[in-house]
């Protein structure tokens, strides 16, 4: 029995960021602001619409886009963003179809579905820092990548990919859950095509996502019924969720270079404490240029996730393991895999993820609990 439902000190903002309090106070306005189905014929259905309409170009504005060039299709979350781009992608059968192997599940398994399907397809291994290794010998028709990796915190050099496949036809799709309110996207540089994003890792409604779609591209629907959305995402749209999205991202993205470069020297701060973790076989697994924002260590002969929950119970800190790995299971991460990681130091790895509210204090306490787990583990 835990001594509360809340960690003293939460340090998994990767997986997802709690609601800011100013957020928590427009939540309850929202409500009885934006009570009728927007898809409706009344002056109310037309209010919430607008709500929606100017909501779209407030998160359209947050990547550098504008709804000139591009549009928004709402969505449950990170997860239908991404299927609704590789399942709803048109190409012709002998087209290649490729993905970095450093993906989130989320794009990957539609993915290899894809793949199952009989479309042609790649995974496309990565560099010792994680950068992808992309094949020009054999240009794909979608190029599938992350811009910020979520478990190593590497950064894909998004304007350089595009330009290796400039001219080849290619469109791009970015999974940038990592990146919005982070680091800045290059939606301009790299002329993304299209860009799923996620409002649960910025603190907005933990189930509202969104798929960013430049306007010569419209992929095939895979919700159907009404016909919402200009028919590419049957569903009612959610007036508030939408809202509460463009209202987190135009926060994140405001107070963006102040709390990167606040992160920058937590990250230091970690980096310089795990130093006198080092009889614990510790080693950092992000690259140096990693988002400032994510964290991974491990520790060779551990557990990571027999680590995590130690920290959760015993200390009240709460971290992410980053992958499936666990004590129970003989799988390991398949980021780090794609890294070449050994697996003893692999099953070790642990993930420390910072948000707005991360103080040196946070990290001091990590770091002195790490040493009280590992030396009792």
């Avoid at 609990?369 to 583990?377: D, F, S």
Wanted: with cysteine; glycine share 8%; charged share 20%.
């Amino acid at each position: 029995m835990l001594p509360s439902n809340k960690p003293a000190i939460y340090l998994d903002y990767a997986a997802g960021m709690p609601f800011s309090d100013d957020l928590l106070e427009r939540i309850r306005r929202y409500h009885r602001e934006f009570v009728v189905n927007p898809h409706g014929g009344s002056c109310y259905a037309e209010y919430c619409r607008r709500a929606i309409i100017n909501a779209e170009a407030r998160l359209l504005a947050c990547v550098g886009s504008s709804p000139d060039e591009a549009s928004v299709i709402w969505t449950s979350g990170g997860t239908e963003a991404l299927n609704l781009a590789i399942q709803g992608f048109a190409c012709g059968p002998e087209q290649e179809i490729h993905c970095e192997a450093g993906a989130h599940a989320a794009m990957l398994a539609p993915f290899h579905a894809r793949l199952t399907r009989g479309q042609p397809g790649r995974i496309l291994p990565l560099a010792p820092q994680g950068q992808v290794i992309l094949d020009l010998q054999h240009p794909p028709a979608l190029l599938a990548l992350s811009h910020v990796n979520n478990e190593t915190g590497a950064i894909q050099d998004l304007a350089a990919c595009r330009h290796q496949v400039f001219g080849k036809n290619t469109t791009l799709l970015v999974d940038a859950a990592q990146s919005l309110g982070k680091c800045p996207i290059p939606w301009q540089a790299a002329s993304i095509d299209l860009l799923a994003l996620s409002a649960r890792k910025i603190g907005g409604p933990p189930a509202v996502g969104a798929l960013i779609v430049r306007r010569d591209h419209a992929p095939a629907p895979q919700i159907l019924g009404g016909g919402q959305q200009r028919g590419m995402r049957s569903g009612t749209v959610d007036t508030i969720g939408a809202v509460l999205f463009a209202d987190a991202a135009e926060m994140v993205c405001t107070a963006m270079l102040e709390l990167r470069r606040q992160h920058q020297v937590l990250s230091r701060r970690l980096m310089d404490g795990l130093q006198r973790l080092g009889r614990y076989r510790c080693r950092v697994l992000s690259p140096p240029t990693a988002a400032p924002h994510i964290t991974m260590i491990a520790f060779e002969g551990y557990e990571g996730a027999v680590i995590m929950r130690l920290l959760a119970e015993k200390e009240q800190i709460l971290v992410g393991t980053g992958s499936a790995c666990s004590a129970e299971s003989k799988d390991i991460s398949h980021v780090l895999k794609a890294l070449a990681v050994p697996e003893t130091l692999a099953r070790g790895a642990i993930r420390v993820s910072l948000g707005p509210p991360t103080t040196a204090r946070d990290i001091d306490a990590l770091l002195a609990a790490l040493e009280r787990v590992l030396a009792r583990y």
